[in-house]
T-cell receptor, first 109, second 116 residues
Framework: KQEVTQIPAALSVPEGENLVLNCSFTDSAIYNLQWFRQDPGKGLTSLLLIQSSQREQTSGRLNASLDKSSGRSTLYIAASQPGDSATYLCGGGSEKLVFGKGTKLTVNP | GAGVSQTPSNKVTEKGKYVELRCDPISGHTALYWYRQSLGQGPEFLIYFQGTGAADDSGLPNDRFFAVRPEGSVSTLKIQRTERGDSAVYLC??????????????FGPGTRLTVL
């Protein structure tokens, strides 16, 4: 059974800092790995999808990597801004996604 | 274009009542997923449709939960004899097609269900 763990559970940083969020999974047979952000009381917004044949994806200040052999994915956020404050979730799988509990990020002005 | 929509946004019901939650996927998306999210947790998978058929319903917690997608577009999640433990946010997602290469899922805003 796939289990996904996200570390840290919460993170508070000053504006402008570069940061890394971690996601680990127990089953290396994961096919897709998707990173989302969730604002309070809202649904999930897709940030990046890494397909099985890929090792990383980039979108603006975001970069996500996937290492299936070690069961890890990281989300790198460059030059963080207060607007980046949200909960970040990773989900992995093929059809259905298995999610971690998320990392709550606070970027302080 | 329009994203995934869900109605109602909030539903308050009494224990033992029946509820229906609706999901309108992105137009042209053949795969539709239901998840449930409790406070402080990540979403948990409930059921997934490919077209009109339920391809995987392994996440439904018991037989009080049922979902349909009769025309391959809109889906309804039905919960009978609601219990307080059913209180959660119910999320719907859709993707362009199932199959492993095109599975980016797009989520709706969710329905917050409260069972009193």
């Amino acid at each position: 059974k796939q289990e996904v763990t996200q570390i840290p559970a919460a993170l508070s940083v000053p504006e402008g800092e570069n940061l890394v969020l971690n996601c680990s999974f127990t089953d290396s047979a994961i096919y897709n790995l998707q990173w989302f952000r969730q604002d309070p009381g809202k649904g999930l917004t897709s940030l990046l999808l890494i397909q099985s044949s890929q090792r990383e994806q980039t979108s603006g200040r975001l970069n996500a990597s996937l290492d299936k052999s070690s069961g890890r994915s990281t989300l790198y956020i460059a030059a963080s801004q207060p607007g980046d404050s949200a909960t970040y979730l990773c989900g992995g799988g093929s059809e259905k996604l298995v999610f971690g509990k998320g990392t709550k990020l606070t970027v302080n002005p | 274009g329009a994203g995934v929509s869900q109605t109602p946004s909030n539903k308050v019901t009494e224990k033992g009542k029946y509820v229906e939650l609706r999901c309108d996927p992105i137009s042209g998306h053949t795969a539709l997923y239901w998840y449930r999210q409790s406070l402080g947790q990540g979403p948990e998978f409930l059921i997934y449709f490919q077209g009109t058929g339920a391809a995987d319903d392994s996440g439904l917690p018991n037989d009080r939960f049922f979902a349909v997608r009769p025309e391959g577009s809109v889906s309804t999640l039905k919960i009978q004899r609601t219990e307080r433990g059913d209180s959660a946010v119910y999320l719907c997602a859709s993707s362009l097609q199932s199959g492993r290469s095109y599975n980016e899922q797009f989520f709706g805003p969710g329905t917050r269900l409260t069972v009193l």
